[in-house]
């Protein structure tokens, strides 16, 4: 996620640049004209070093995929104000999986 959303930023500002110089049709031709520029601008070591960090591979921190794990296994731990109606009981059940 963390290298896409640049890499989407860079073709978006280049579909417009095309758009705005005249071409009506930004089709493959024009893509593989300028996907070099948008993986130059898009893989920078910064961005590089920021998605193995939001990732846990470097440092390793594997805590960081297992808790994006657990929000997904869990959701109501981590939405309960969306849930008012759910019982005492229930939710100290679930506050008991440690998350």
Do not use: W
């Not at 005249?22 to 024009?30: I, P, R, T």
């Amino acid at each position: 996620m963390v290298v896409f959303q640049p890499y989407k930023h860079y073709h978006a500002e280049a579909v417009e640049a095309a758009t705005r110089t005249g071409c009506g049709d930004f089709n493959k031709s024009e893509f593989l004209d300028i996907i070099d520029t948008i993986r130059q601008q898009t893989f920078k070591t910064s961005t590089v070093k920021s998605a193995f960090r939001a990732t846990g591979l470097i440092p390793y921190n594997p805590d960081i995929v297992i808790s994006k794990l657990r929000r997904l296994q869990y959701p109501l731990l981590y939405n309960r104000y969306h849930y008012p109606y759910l019982s005492l009981v229930f939710l100290s059940q679930l506050l008991a999986l440690k998350p």
